[in-house]
């Protein structure tokens, strides 16, 4: 399998893609629908997906960040998600070293329930033996370590702000923590485009077409102009997060059953952080949540805050009273930090699936609906995941479902490597590079414009970079990026223009 196009997203088109056919149309582009699209693509399909937005724009860009491997799961004997927790975080260490990497995690113990150094050794031991293979062709620098139970000292001198009072010793494993989630998106569209797929944004799902019972094509509108297009493929596949009952209610029915919303928030800190090792933390009291706070970009990304949700799915955001009590909740779990609100830099906020209406408890598994079972139309599917590491497991599953044939990894066969990343390794330190060479600068950023479909300042900014959250940015950083910008959007526009003569 070798690769069939330029590893670039290209010039946002819709109305020249739209005049091809395809083998499936996948709606939504959040780490669901971007998976499915190179899971597909990788397999010798001819994916095209379709995002209302920008890639990577809601629920998926607000994670915590953290790649699990399935430790926390050992607490309920759910071994089957262990391992496959184990399986992915292998796979996105593997296949996005660059992006990727291992993540120290500390648990303080206080010899109190299971949070007892005999229990965490036995857990430990146990979670080392089902990830044997986890470290298969990796890179030395990505390989998990093994887990191991540090006594009180070693815990006081690696976190020395720790809560003291009975403290037993603490627990030590890894997992993974991506630098960007959304870089990482954006890098593997560019991937599924090697291989001839198409990713467009600003593209909304409208009516399906179905002749015999069969889906034919995908109506859509392009958000930026107006116009309608219609795009042919026998199967369509709604990967909408959030939305995905209310694309699954346009395309053939509501499906209740789909997502059932919870809300879920992250928060970063303007304090350096507490240790160079995530820590995972709670009040000192019966039934408490943990919560992670790991080191990034310098801060602490801390989370996650779990709350029933029976909002919209455009309104989510925690509270005020929410918020404070989680900053009350770090407090008590570390009683010397002493946040304030004014620490908080900002909160990524987005919606998960519950297991039951109206609570914050997370659904297990994920739904893959096959709307022809059910009286719908042959050819439509509804995913919703739970997760975004399993995201490719379960377009995998997905691919099987809808064609049991595509079951081989793509991973043995010859010539499926990523390509080389779009950006350096240090392009969060666009502020140095901008100081030192602004030509430089400047010429990145159009290439970023001319190959990766940016339409608006925030995709560049937020999606592309990171670099909105950089407090060294020149000040005349959001001027000459609306100078490139505009004139991006002229040569789309006379792109347009030629399209519609020809």
Same mark, same amino acid.
């Given at each position: 399998?070798?690769?069939?196009?330029?590893?670039?997203?290209?010039?946002?088109?819709?109305?020249?893609?739209?005049?091809?056919?395809?083998?499936?149309?996948?709606?939504?582009?959040?780490?669901?629908?971007?998976?499915?699209?190179?899971?597909?693509?990788?397999?010798?399909?001819?994916?095209?997906?379709?995002?209302?937005?920008?890639?990577?724009?809601?629920?998926?860009?607000?994670?915590?960040?953290?790649?699990?491997?399935?430790?926390?799961?050992?607490?309920?004997?759910?071994?089957?998600?262990?391992?496959?927790?184990?399986?992915?975080?292998?796979?996105?260490?593997?296949?996005?070293?660059?992006?990727?990497?291992?993540?120290?995690?500390?648990?303080?113990?206080?010899?109190?329930?299971?949070?007892?150094?005999?229990?965490?050794?036995?857990?430990?031991?146990?979670?080392?033996?089902?990830?044997?293979?986890?470290?298969?062709?990796?890179?030395?620098?990505?390989?998990?370590?093994?887990?191991?139970?540090?006594?009180?000292?070693?815990?006081?001198?690696?976190?020395?702000?720790?809560?003291?009072?009975?403290?037993?010793?603490?627990?030590?494993?890894?997992?993974?923590?991506?630098?960007?989630?959304?870089?990482?998106?954006?890098?593997?569209?560019?991937?599924?485009?090697?291989?001839?797929?198409?990713?467009?944004?600003?593209?909304?799902?409208?009516?399906?077409?179905?002749?015999?019972?069969?889906?034919?094509?995908?109506?859509?509108?392009?958000?930026?102009?107006?116009?309608?297009?219609?795009?042919?493929?026998?199967?369509?596949?709604?990967?909408?997060?959030?939305?995905?009952?209310?694309?699954?209610?346009?395309?053939?029915?509501?499906?209740?059953?789909?997502?059932?919303?919870?809300?879920?928030?992250?928060?970063?800190?303007?304090?350096?952080?507490?240790?160079?090792?995530?820590?995972?933390?709670?009040?000192?009291?019966?039934?408490?949540?943990?919560?992670?706070?790991?080191?990034?970009?310098?801060?602490?990304?801390?989370?996650?805050?779990?709350?029933?949700?029976?909002?919209?799915?455009?309104?989510?955001?925690?509270?005020?009273?929410? %918020?404070?009590?989680?900053?009350? *909740?770090?407090? +008590? $779990?570390?009683?010397?930090?002493?946040? @304030? &609100?004014?620490? #908080? !830099? /900002?909160?990524?906020?987005?919606?998960?699936?519950?297991?039951?209406?109206?609570?914050?408890?997370?659904?297990?598994?994920?739904?893959?609906?096959?709307?022809?079972?059910?009286?719908?139309?042959?050819?439509?599917?509804?995913?919703?995941?739970?997760?975004?590491?399993?995201?490719?497991?379960?377009?995998?599953?997905?691919?099987?479902?809808?064609?049991?044939?595509?079951?081989?990894?793509?991973?043995?066969?010859?010539?499926?490597?990523?390509?080389?990343?779009?950006?350096?390794?240090?392009?969060?330190?666009?502020?140095? %590079?901008?100081?030192?060479?602004? *030509?430089?600068? +400047? $010429?990145?950023?159009?290439?970023?414009? @001319? &190959?990766?479909? #940016? !339409? /608006?300042?925030?995709?560049?900014?937020?999606?592309?970079?990171?670099?909105?959250?950089?407090?060294?940015?020149?000040?005349?950083?959001?001027?000459?990026?609306?100078?490139?910008?505009?004139?991006?959007?002229?040569?789309?526009?006379?792109?347009?223009?030629?399209?519609?003569?020809?």
């Amino acid at each position: 399998m070798t690769a069939a196009g330029t590893t670039g997203l290209g010039v946002r088109a819709p109305r020249e893609a739209a005049g091809r056919a395809y083998d499936l149309v996948v709606v939504g582009g959040g780490v669901q629908g971007v998976m499915l699209t190179l899971e597909a693509a990788r397999r010798g399909l001819r994916p095209v997906l379709l995002e209302r937005g920008d890639f990577g724009g809601a629920t998926s860009a607000n994670s915590l960040r953290i790649v699990h491997g399935g430790f926390r799961y050992l607490q309920s004997l759910d071994l089957p998600r262990v391992r496959e927790s184990v399986g992915e975080r292998r796979w996105f260490l593997r296949h996005f070293p660059d992006l990727v990497q291992p993540l120290r995690c500390l648990m303080p113990l206080y010899g109190e329930g299971l949070r007892r150094p005999r229990v965490l050794r036995a857990a430990l031991a146990l979670n080392d033996a089902l990830s044997r293979g986890r470290n298969r062709n990796l890179r030395a620098d990505r390989a998990i370590p093994a887990g191991e139970v540090l006594d009180a000292g070693q815990v006081i001198e690696e976190f020395p702000l720790v809560d003291r009072t009975r403290l037993a010793g603490g627990a030590v494993w890894y997992d993974a923590v991506m630098r960007d989630p959304q870089r990482l998106l954006v890098e593997a569209l560019r991937w599924a485009h090697s291989f001839g797929a198409v990713a467009l944004n600003y593209v909304e799902a409208g009516r399906l077409v179905v002749r015999d019972g069969r889906v034919a094509a995908l109506q859509v509108v392009d958000r930026e102009t107006g116009e309608r297009l219609e795009f042919r493929a026998p199967v369509v596949v709604n990967c909408a997060g959030p939305w995905s009952r209310e694309v699954a209610r346009r395309l053939d029915r509501d499906l209740p059953a789909l997502f059932q919303p919870s809300l879920a928030f992250n928060v970063l800190l303007d304090r350096a952080p507490l240790s160079a090792s995530a820590l995972a933390v709670a009040p000192r009291e019966p039934g408490a949540r943990t919560y992670f706070m790991h080191p990034w970009r310098g801060r602490v990304l801390a989370g996650t805050f779990h709350a029933p949700w029976s909002g919209g799915v455009r309104d989510a955001a925690p509270t005020p009273a929410q %918020l404070a009590a989680f900053l009350a *909740d770090l407090n +008590a $779990a570390v009683p010397d930090w002493g946040l @304030r &609100e004014r620490d #908080v !830099v /900002r909160v990524y906020a987005g919606l998960l699936p519950a297991a039951t209406p109206g609570t914050d408890r997370l659904a297990a598994r994920e739904t893959i609906h096959d709307h022809a079972r059910h009286g719908g139309p042959r050819g439509l599917y509804s995913v919703s995941g739970v997760k975004f590491t399993t995201a490719r497991l379960v377009a995998e599953k997905t691919l099987r479902a809808i064609r049991p044939g595509l079951s081989r990894d793509p991973d043995v066969l010859a010539g499926t490597e990523r390509p080389v990343a779009a950006l350096p390794p240090d392009y969060g330190r666009f502020a140095e %590079l901008w100081r030192a060479d602004p *030509d430089a600068a +400047a $010429a990145l950023i159009a290439r970023l414009v @001319r &190959e990766e479909a #940016v !339409v /608006r300042m925030e995709d560049l900014v937020e999606r592309r970079t990171g670099w909105a959250l950089d407090p060294a940015a020149p000040p005349d950083l959001p001027a000459r990026l609306e100078a490139l910008l505009a004139t991006a959007a002229r040569r789309r526009a006379a792109h347009d223009l030629a399209g519609r003569a020809s």
